[in-house]
């Protein structure tokens, strides 16, 4: 009997390795750089730091005790159910050992050397080496994938969760692996709660396990070992949804709110026209058209060009991806494109099928939607994302007919071809898209949405700033789950108590300093506080202009730390002080003058007052008592969010009539609440039962 030698056996694994592990190695490496490039210039917007800031407040409510707080849902999806908030409590343990929103931003990114992976493995299944190869590079190098995985919002991980159930769907059903398929109903069940989309996984995995049963008729293929697998993640895929809708229910209250709110949904109306959006988008994941049109600044140079040759690799991808396609059909209706026998060509065809349904019934199921059901219902390229990784399969199967080509060429004509695709492969990957939106957000750090649209790298060197001087809280007028993600922190965050109109300002700080602000330079500045501006390179997208922000550090007042014994009392509750107001003694026509009131905020009043609004108001009288100027507009801080011992400073800023005569008049102001249509009312403490009901300062104009 002949047997190799222990230096053939060497070769041959060593040859083995080069040929399937060597590439693997190479796409996953693609696909973390391609991810990790530029990662600090993420826009860490609204939709990316909610899950993440709402993680860190739930860690605050769980160090605090108040696990009545703990919310059962997120964010509101647009069909109108809220998403899940599982990624929130995942992130809630990652804040527990870093919780920088710049961790939570790579982890997801660095799933695309996932998907990566699994594309790899599943095209070297069905079409070969060479398919896998392409298809693993085009998972890798995926622009809108790599988009949508760089940022800590909810969709952030969903082409991985996507990519691992149908990995794990295929060595259950067509390996005869039964653990594996369990675990990938355990897998669909738990990604369920982190994202309302990821629901589409159930249905594609219920309708895998249904082809694999039909397709297993044959003895031995369907066992009982499999059915069992199969009926266990169905049971918990079903617990898990009733889960889900538990929360939605047990959070009816406050979603009722969030339903009935107009600016709740991105709507998108169409007029008879087929919404073909679905089928684009399943298109547009592996191929990445638009996105250069999309991230990149049209002023770039060359940017014709670029979008010219962004255009071309799309529609060359588009084109194998339909090649792909019919390859696909064909090997799922029992034509092996590839010599494969036995087992080996029944788990091939099988394979085929099970991703060939996990292609079209998400398409077909947002196509029904968007053009039959919800016709205002605006697709975006995220949920297609439940197709991955059967788009870059498909790309990627032609190469499958050039590796049988070349079988039958001679070796120096192979290494011609190797040497002739490396070149294609290199102008083929779209570094120049993906540097192209870094490059965008470098140029223009402050986008449409303003503060939301600053990058990663800024947000925290903002919070640096933040430490270093010294802060104790952080008032801004963005979301309190952003600002938490920003500073790490959801104890500081300030988010509804401070409140900017026109050119007047109100914050609620404490009597002895230390409350910051983070506002626009442009911003009217809050009372009582030194300025430190901060100047980010580049321009503004809106007007390009220079930005500036400026961080407010609140002095101490010691007229709230010390309150005189005449400071009048305000019927807001008790222990409430008007401790300072301070008005203008004399003044020029046409000039902005500022009025500045400070209040001590005391007890809670004894009646609901949470929807309270009692803003500042100043009138102009004039000798005859004639009223000249009503300023009515200023803000105002809700009830809910008055603390007790804390000072309400406010500025009402506005301009006297430029042609007002020099006369004495007389400035009259107290507060007013629109909602119940009432004065606040003041008291002396030296003559309490005499109400107060405008305070009056005279007015010399010049």
Request: proline residues 7%; glycine residues 6%.
């Amino acid at each position: 009997m002949n047997r190799p030698s222990p230096g053939g056996e060497r070769s041959a694994t060593q040859s083995r390795w080069l040929r399937t592990w060597l590439p693997a190695l190479f796409v996953i490496w693609m696909a973390f750089a391609f991810r990790m490039h530029g990662l600090e210039q993420v826009r860490h917007n609204y939709d990316r730091a909610y899950p993440h800031g709402l993680g860190l407040f739930i860690r605050q409510a769980i160090a605090d005790g108040r696990f009545d707080q703990l919310p059962a849902v997120s964010l509101l999806a647009s069909i109108n159910l809220p998403n899940p908030a599982g990624a929130s409590y995942f992130y809630a343990l990652l804040t527990a050992i870093e919780p920088s929103a710049y961790i939570a931003t790579a982890l997801n990114a660095m799933l695309g050397a996932l998907v990566a992976a699994v594309a790899f493995d599943l095209a070297r299944r069905l079409f070969g080496a060479w398919a896998a190869l392409a298809a693993g590079l085009l998972a890798s190098v995926s622009l809108w994938a790599a988009w949508v995985a760089r940022g800590a919002w909810l969709q952030g991980p969903l082409e991985a969760m996507s990519a691992l159930t149908l990995w794990l769907a295929v060595n259950g059903l067509a390996h005869r692996k039964p653990k594996h398929l369990l675990a990938g109903f355990a897998w669909a069940a738990a990604c369920l709660h982190t994202y309302l989309v990821a629901a589409g996984l159930l249905a594609q995995l219920a309708a895998a396990t249904l082809i694999g049963a039909l397709s297993s008729r044959r003895p031995g293929r369907w066992s009982v070992e499999t059915r069992r697998a199969a009926l266990g993640g169905a049971t918990l895929c079903v617990a898990s949804a009733l889960i889900y809708i538990g929360a939605v229910i047990s959070a009816r209250a406050p979603l009722e709110a969030v339903i009935n709110n107009p600016n709740a949904f991105n709507e998108e109306t169409r007029s008879g026209a087929l919404n073909l959006d679905p089928l684009n988008h399943a298109l547009r994941i592996a191929s990445g058209r638009d996105f250069e049109n999309t991230f990149v600044e049209t002023d770039t140079p060359l940017f014709e060009a670029r979008d010219r040759w962004s255009d071309a690799r799309a529609t060359v991808v588009d084109v194998l991806m339909l090649i792909g396609l019919g390859m696909l059909a064909m090997q799922a209706a029992g034509q092996p494109i590839t010599g494969a026998r036995g087992d080996a060509c029944i788990a091939r065809i099988l394979t085929s099928r099970v991703a060939l349904g996990w292609l079209i019934l998400p398409i077909l199921a947002t196509f029904l939607i968007a053009n039959f059901v919800m016709r205002d219902w605006k697709v975006h390229v995220f949920y297609l994302l439940l197709t991955s990784p059967t788009p870059y399969l498909l790309a990627g199967a032609p190469f499958a007919l050039l590796e049988r080509a070349t079988q039958y060429t001679g070796r120096r004509m192979q290494y011609a071809l190797s040497a002739l695709a490396l070149p294609i492969a290199i102008v083929a990957i779209p570094w120049w898209n993906a540097n192209g939106e870094v490059e965008a957000s470098v140029r223009f750090p402050y986008h449409h949405d303003g503060f939301y649209s600053l990058p990663l790298v800024w947000q925290m060197r903002v919070a640096e700033r933040w430490r270093a001087l010294g802060c104790a809280t952080l008032h801004a007028q963005e979301d309190a789950r952003w600002l938490a993600g920003l500073v790490g922190s959801a104890k500081p965050v300030r988010a509804e108590e401070i409140h900017l109109k026109g050119t007047s300002s109100i914050w609620q700080v404490p009597p002895e300093g230390g409350a910051c602000a983070l506002l626009m330079t442009e911003s009217p500045a809050p009372a009582h506080a030194e300025a430190f501006t901060m100047t980010i390179p580049g321009q503004k997208r809106t007007d390009r202009t220079p930005v500036a922000l400026v961080i407010y550090r609140s002095l101490p007042l010691e007229s709230a730390l010390h309150p005189s014994g005449d400071a009048l009392i305000v019927n807001l509750g008790e222990g409430w002080r008007v401790v300072s107001l301070q008005a203008p003694a004399q003044a020029r026509p046409g000039e902005v003058i500022a009025v500045a009131h400070d209040w001590l905020v005391g007890l809670p009043p004894a009646e609901p007052y949470g929807s309270w609004y009692f803003a500042p108001f100043v009138k102009l009288f004039a000798p005859d008592g004639r009223m000249i100027l009503q300023v009515d507009n200023a803000p105002a801080l809700l009830g809910y969010r008055w603390r007790a011992g804390h000072v309400q400073a406010s500025v009402v800023r506005f301009a006297l009539p430029a042609d007002l005569p020099a006369d004495e008049y007389t400035l009259e102001m107290s507060l007013f609440d629109p909602n119940q249509k009432k004065n606040a009312v003041y008291f002396d403490p030296q003559q309490p039962e005499v109400p107060i009901v405008t305070i009056r300062r005279g007015l010399s104009v010049r």
